[in-house]
């Protein structure tokens, strides 16, 4: 082949700008090494600084792992904790775990599409709410449960979940 | 970190606990802190430093106490337990410790609840603080591991595992000790002890449970897990979706470094480990081994096929220990006390205790500890305290999306590993569902076949495609839209899948229709040929 590729080094390796949130990928990078084998980890660091993961993200932890962008990529997308899009200003989880689910989840899920006309993994077209739904938070004792912006609650009522979403949501949308 | 210094923190602590008169516990698990329980313990401290009793009475966060139903849950030293505290009654309770017990808040502790339980993996919670080494060993922790470190060879240890009878807790029930045996024999350059905290079971919370109240149990039995099988690194899987476990386990493994429990030549041996955290990212599919080995390395959490066995060629192609949560939380136990006295409880083939999260149309939803051999209905009826509001009991599902439904008829069965699979179940990690009249169980069929279709890694064919159809099948019942033939179908699919997939999500994914047909076949035929939902919640608005 005519053509000869320029390798850069891997270590030297830019952010992609100079959002001071990139210093804490980067101490991820160098802690494991520049290893492929930190893949997720780096990842994980990427998602909680910035919230999801862009393409520019995946690009600059593919370059700095020396992994093919097709395997950071897959890897993003393999896993649902990992995602390509921003959530919304507030986000609602809805636990769908066994217990959660027999003792309601649906219902709660139902009134959230009644109320703001989106499904899990929607956002509001106005960028307020974003619904979510979790395999299983480990709080079935207090099922079903409902995290709102962080905060679990337990034994929600519908009730509960329009009053809180009304909260979020500007009267006039 | 000498057995001496050790012995002489364990001084220090009893000491400490001596000049302290009283003690308050909070719970501050995430099932407590979720009811705001960390506003409690806070108000506690300000009464008892408002009234100057810093000295004489001490106010601790402590782990899970099981009855998460009635949180949160506030403990005194003298054995009173009480219930939906808020941060209000406060004063009402350091009053009490002199006073007497605030009546109104008591939670009775003399009930089945409290009293059938069988605490081994458990006796830390709910007393030590979790954020504190010193708690721990001051309650006996780390006594295990510099017994095994300095009195017994690594053969003796797998040996005392051997005769604990102990078996796998992540559901599959392997003896562990033969696992240890095999990882031991095996040759490398490198071996490496894994932790599977990767709880992905809807339903479950045994091991989140242990991890944030006593994760300092969980490193010392991978340290003798270390120890016994002679590797020197360790990984802890934890789901991403558990941070307070994450936080508790990272201020348990500093802990630990900083006193030489963990790090190059523990205790002045040769023995060195070191362990560290990875955090899952929400794949079901990475409780089975392989794939979680393989997520471990950075890469989608596809399985392999085995052999070869993890602990011939696991992580990074070297040998490979990988245990439960709660398997690593029975070692010290059984390292303190010899495995004879661990066989001695449960059943001939199932030793030990077993910790069940129970939960749904239940009475008492919470974490127990209950010996292996004890029946259903005690743990349901007993412990559990029943199904509110006057229902009648249906089901109860155990193994989650790999277990089955069992209808009233198994109440009597004691539970162990070989009983609930000839029942058509697992034992699984412990997650128990009661589900009472309400319930529809081919929508609970559906509901379990859902999670696998959305689960499978697609790395197979029969689970990725047989899942898809399956749902497709079981969305046409609970719509009624079904006919006799695709019921048919759905049963040749079970086979199918059980026979054919690559993994163990794969082949137990029909295990809940299997159960749910062979149980409550009424309720398909209802569906198919009635057009109805006995439960009346098919095509309910929720539903559709």
Redesign the interface.
């Known amino acids: 082949m005519g053509t000869t590729i320029t390798r850069t080094d891997p270590t030297k390796s830019q952010p992609p700008n100079q959002d001071k949130r990139w210093r804490l990928v980067d101490a991820t990078i160098r802690r494991v090494g520049h290893q492929s084998r930190g893949l997720i980890e780096t990842l994980h660091t990427v998602q909680e600084a910035f919230g999801y993961l862009d393409v520019q993200a995946l690009r600059y932890v593919a370059t700095a792992l020396r992994v093919p962008l097709s395997r950071a990529y897959g890897v993003a997308t393999f896993y649902h904790f990992f995602t390509l899009k921003p959530a919304g200003e507030h986000t609602c989880v809805v636990c769908m775990g066994t217990a959660c689910y027999i003792k309601g989840a649906p219902q709660l899920l139902a009134a959230i599409h009644h109320n703001l006309g989106i499904a899990p993994g929607e956002t509001t077209p106005n960028g307020k709410v974003s619904v979510l739904t979790a395999r299983c938070l480990g709080s079935c004792g207090l099922a079903p449960a409902v995290v709102y912006d962080q905060n679990v609650a337990g034994k929600v009522t519908t009730q509960e979940l329009r009053e809180q979403l009304a909260k979020w949501m500007p009267h006039d949308s | 970190m000498t057995p001496e210094e050790l012995e002489q923190i364990v001084e220090e602590q009893i000491a400490a606990r001596g000049e302290v008169a009283r003690t308050v516990n909070v719970c501050m698990a ?2 407590c ?3 705001q329980s960390q506003s409690v313990k806070d108000a506690l401290d300000k009464e008892v430093a408002g009234r100057s009793m810093e000295k004489k009475c001490q106010v601790k966060g402590v782990g899970c106490m099981g009855l ?2 009635e ?1 949160p849950l506030v403990s005194t030293d003298s054995g009173v337990l009480y219930q939906h505290v808020t941060a209000a009654d406060a004063v009402e309770i350091v009053d009490g410790l002199e006073k007497g017990p605030v009546e109104r808040l008591v939670c009775p502790t003399n009930v089945p609840f409290f009293q059938r339980q069988k605490k081994i993996v458990l006796e830390n919670s709910g007393i030590v603080d979790p954020e504190r080494i010193e708690d721990y060993i001051g309650a006996s922790g780390y006594g295990a591991l510099i017994y095994a470190l300095t009195d017994k060879t690594s053969m003796q240890v797998i040996d005392e595992v051997v005769r604990s009878g102990l078996r796998g807790r992540g559901g599959a029930g392997y003896p562990t000790g033969l696992k240890w045996s095999t990882v031991a024999k095996a040759s490398g350059k490198q071996k490496y002890v894994i932790c599977n905290a990767d ?7 045994m091991d ?2 242990v991890l944030e109240s006593d994760p300092h149990r969980v490193l010392e039995g991978m340290l003798i897990a270390g120890y016994a099988v002679g590797a020197s690194e360790g990984y802890i899987y934890v789901r ?3 941070p307070l476990a994450i936080k508790r386990l990272r201020t348990a493994i500093r802990q630990a470094e900083r006193l030489g429990l963990l790090g190059t030549n523990i205790c002045g041996t040769r023995f060195s480990f070191r362990v560290d955290l ?7 599919v990475c409780g089975e081994e392989t794939a979680l080995i393989s ?7 596809t399985p392999r096929p085995r052999p070869p066995y993890p602990a011939q060629e696991g992580l990074f192609g070297e040998p490979t220990l990988i245990n439960n949560v709660e398997t690593f939380a029975n070692i010290p136990p059984i390292i303190r006390n010899g495995g004879d006295w661990y066989a001695k409880i449960g059943t001939e083939k199932s030793k030990g205790a077993k910790v069940f ?1 129970l ?3 239940i009475r008492n ?2 974490l127990v500890e209950v010996p292996m051999g004890i029946t259903l209905r005690e743990i349901v009826f007993e412990i559990g305290g029943g199904i509110p509001e006057g229902r009648k009991f249906k089901a109860v ?1 155990t193994g ?1 999306p790999s277990g089955g439904c069992l209808p009233a008829e198994f109440l009597d069965m004691p539970v162990d590993y070989e009983s609930l699979a000839r029942a058509g179940s697992i034992m699984g990690s412990g ?1 128990m ?1 009661v ?1 009472d009249e ?2 529809c169980m081919v929508d ?1 069929a559906r ?2 076949m859902e ?1 696998c279709m959305t689960e499978s ?1 697609g790395k197979c064919v029969p689970c990725r495609v047989g899942t898809y159809q399956m749902k497709q099948l079981l969305d046409r019942i609970t719509n009624r839209d079904a006919t006799a033939k695709e019921i048919g179908q759905l049963e040749f699919l079970c086979e199918l899948l059980k026979n054919t997939s690559l993994c163990g999500l794969g082949q137990s994914a029909p295990n809940p229709v299997v159960s749910t047909m062979r149980y409550f076949p009424e309720e398909y035929k209802a569906h198919v040929e009635d057009g109805k939902c006995p439960a009346g919640v098919c095509g309910s ?4």
């Open positions: 995430a099932g802190m979720s009811c998460c139903a949180g709880e992905g079971d809807p339903g479950a919370f989140r449970s991403a979706e558990y990875r955090l899952g990212a929400g794949a079901f997520s471990v390395e950075g890469k989608r959490g999260a939960a749904g149309r939803t919470g599902q989650g997650g569902i589900m309400s319930s609970v509901y379990f999670f890694c608005q929720a539903n559709e």
